[in-house]
Every structure is written in C-alpha cells, then in structure tokens.
C-alpha cells in the first residue's frame, strides 16, 4: 500500500513540475471525453471556439501578464495565422500540415520584427503601436481584395472533410494542451525568471544583468507565434476569412478572458474562457454590449479581485486548508 502511494505522489509531483494539478488533469479528461456525451453539434463548435479562445489567452497573458506589454494588436497576428495558412492553400495547395505551420512562423517573424521596433518604447507607447500596426493589417486585409477577397472574403478550404466537429475538437485539445505546457516549461525556467523580474521592476532586472530588450522580444515573438499557429487552425476550421477577424474588438475579449481568469498565471486564463465563450454565447441577444459587459467584468475583478479567477481559487484553497488544519488539531 505504502508503495502504490509513494508511486502515485511521485506522479502527481511529475505533473505538478509542468504545471498540472490533479483538478487540472481531472479537467482535461472530461474535456476529452466531451464528443462522447456531447452529440449536438452546435455546442461541440461552441466548445472548439471557446477552448481556441484558451490558448489565445494564454498567449495574451505570456506577455501582458509577465512583461507588462499590452498588445492591442494581437487579434492581427491571429489573423494574419489565418490569412497565410489559407493563401498558401488556395494559391499554391500547399497541405494545411505545410500552411499552419508557415502562418505560425510568419507570424512570430512579425512579432520579432515589431518587438524590435516598440519594445523598447515600453508601457503605454508599446501598446500603442502594436494597435497601430494591427490597424495597418486590418486595413490592408480590407483592401487587398484580389488577394484576400477584401470584406466580401475569402473561402478556405476545412482541414477535415466531414460535417462532424469532433476531428476538430481533439486537434484544438491537443493544441491548448501543447502551448500550455510550452508556456509552463517557458516560466519554469531561468527565462521565465527573468520574465518576472523585468515584469516587476524593469530597472532594478536591468541592474542585475537582465536584458530587457531580449526577453521582451522573446516573449512578444513566442505569444504572436501561438497566435498565428491558433489562427491557421481557424481558417480550416471556420472556412471563410474577412478582415473583421483582425479587429481589436476580438483583442478586447482576450483581453477581458485573460484578466477576468488572473494574469501571469496562464491556467487562469485558459480556464476562464471554457466558461466566458459559452456564456457569451447564450448572451448573444446582449452582444450589442458585449465589450460593455467584458469590461464591467474587468472592473468588478480589478476592485475585488485583482487575481481574478485564480484570485478566487486561492482564498478557497486557503480557507479549506485553514479548516482543514484546524480540524486536525482539535481532533489530536
């Protein structure tokens, strides 16, 4: 007996090491189990949205909740993801195992390349030209109407060619279950240290030999490349692409998910938008005031729980263990 538990704390404190709980792993087994018991297909999609809305999250959060960089124009390199995979296929029928890949990198590319240019402006100024970009993006999305179809669009051939969504569950699954464990190795590590150094006092990291410049680059060209691996994986899942998947709008609700589940935690995030995507959507007479809600939201968790969701967990946490301890020592 004694074995069996030594064997079985030894797994949990594997898991623990990359950053999954038991609840964690509990969570991911109903989540793969979902297209078993779940048979309409309408809420099958609504999971697939809602779990590519998790990973997009908590690449949002690699940067503004470790860096203190917000970037208002991530939606454009999730786009851009999309925009890349499906040209390649239409133009040059390249396979989407080809094309998925090259949004990725072409997105990342971009962010290297914007990263080097703002990020040394900081703060709010950083902010301001990644929006300034993305606008640039949007527009020329819009424009480019031979090549992207402009706002009329473009149709993108599906990955899979079946009417059925769960191909497309597990391929999202085994996507958000990658990129959290690549972020979690990321913060983990020795960079990830220097990440929350530059994240709480940039000066007294840049005195300690930390450079701020490379690992803000760093950081911004790994969280535009997710975005661009997420939006390769919408193009052949949604099938028809126009600009508006570009606008800040979409930028202010990731926004809103990765603040509302607790920045610099990445899980909190990615938890919170399995449940605010599906909720949203049952709201959807209201979504004339949807970014009203996303930030009335945002407030109530900035006044009362600056950790947000996570914020949340941890006070129960600490209250049951508090009872808890209590309770075996009146017993002893």
């Not at 390769?232 to 990731?254: D, K, N, R, W």
Request: proline residues 3%.
């Amino acid at each position: 007996m004694k074995i069996a538990n030594t064997s079985w704390r030894n797994n949990m404190n594997r898991l623990s090491s990359v950053g999954i709980s038991p609840m964690g792993l509990g969570l991911l087994a109903v989540l793969s189990l979902t297209p078993v018991f779940v048979k309409d297909e309408f809420l099958l999609r609504l999971m697939i949205s809602a779990m590519m809305f998790s990973g997009l999250a908590m690449a949002f959060d690699f940067t503004g909740g470790f860096i203190n960089i917000v970037n208002f124009g991530f939606a454009a390199f999730w786009g851009m993801g999309a925009y890349v995979s499906g040209l390649l296929l239409v133009n040059f029928g390249w396979s989407p195992l080809a094309t998925i890949p090259a949004g990725t990198i072409l997105s990342g590319i971009l962010g290297f390349g914007l990263g080097l240019l703002t990020i040394r402006l900081g703060g709010i100024f950083a902010s301001c030209m990644t929006w300034f970009v993305a606008l640039a993006m949007l527009s020329s999305a819009g424009n480019l109407a031979d090549l992207t179809g402009g706002h009329a669009g473009m149709t993108v051939p599906l990955l899979f060619d079946t009417v059925q969504n769960w191909p497309y569950f597990y391929v999202i699954l085994g996507l958000i279950i990658g990129i959290y464990l690549l972020l979690n190795w990321i913060i983990k590590s020795r960079v990830g240290m220097a990440f929350r150094a530059i994240g709480q006092d940039i000066d007294a990291a840049a005195s300690s030999g930390v450079d701020p410049v490379k690992y803000k680059v760093f950081n911004f060209t790994i969280s535009c490349a997710i975005a661009g691996l997420l939006g390769g994986f919408y193009a052949h899942f949604i099938g028809i692409l126009t600009p508006q998947v570009m606008h800040t709008s979409h930028t202010v609700e990731i926004l809103a998910i990765a603040y509302i589940g607790g920045r610099g935690s990445i899980w909190g995030p990615a938890v919170c938008a399995l449940f605010m995507v599906p909720a949203m959507e049952f709201l959807k007479d209201l979504m004339e005031f949807r970014l009203i809600l996303y930030g009335a939201l945002m407030i109530l968790v900035m006044i009362y729980y600056p950790k947000g969701l996570v914020g949340v967990w941890e006070t129960l946490v600490g209250y049951f263990r508090q009872k808890t301890g209590k309770e075996a020592s009146q017993q002893g």
